[in-house]
């Protein structure tokens, strides 16, 4: 059975970082396309960014280019998100997802998690 659990979250100050992890089981992280999410409070899902091995590309949402890092170890089963200055648009719940190729709508993802919650306030 095919897991994905996010931790990391919490609450932050605007200019704040935060690293946030996805650990997956019942599954070989190495051959996947691992995609982060996030749902701001009365708003759908959107991208965040996404790392796709087979091609070697990485992905990022104009928004996050420069402040977000996202990166993996295979040897773990662990996706992280490393969030830097961050800002109150920021906040959301952030979920993970695996997929063969990146996409930018999680619902084409084969296995998502449930989310942490992120709060960017003062």
């Known amino acids: 059975q095919v897991q994905l659990v996010e931790s990391g979250g919490g609450l932050v100050q605007p200019g704040g970082s935060l690293r946030l992890s996805c650990a997956a089981s019942?599954?070989?992280?190495?051959?996947?396309?691992i995609g982060w999410f996030r749902q701001a409070p009365g708003q759908g899902r959107e991208p965040v960014a996404c790392?796709?091995?087979?091609?070697?590309?990485?992905y990022y949402v104009d928004s996050q280019k420069g402040r977000f890092t996202i990166s993996r170890d295979n040897a773990k089963s662990t996706s992280y998100l490393q969030m830097n200055n961050l800002d109150s648009e920021d906040t959301g719940v952030y979920y993970c997802?695996?997929?063969?190729?990146?996409?930018?709508?999680?619902?084409?993802?084969?296995?998502r998690g449930q989310g942490t919650q992120v709060t960017v306030s003062s």
């Open positions: 997802a695996v997929a063969q190729y990146c996409h930018g709508n999680d619902a084409a993802f084969d296995y």
């Open positions: 019942g599954l070989t992280l190495d051959y996947y396309a």
């Open positions: 790392h796709e091995p087979s091609s070697g590309r990485t």
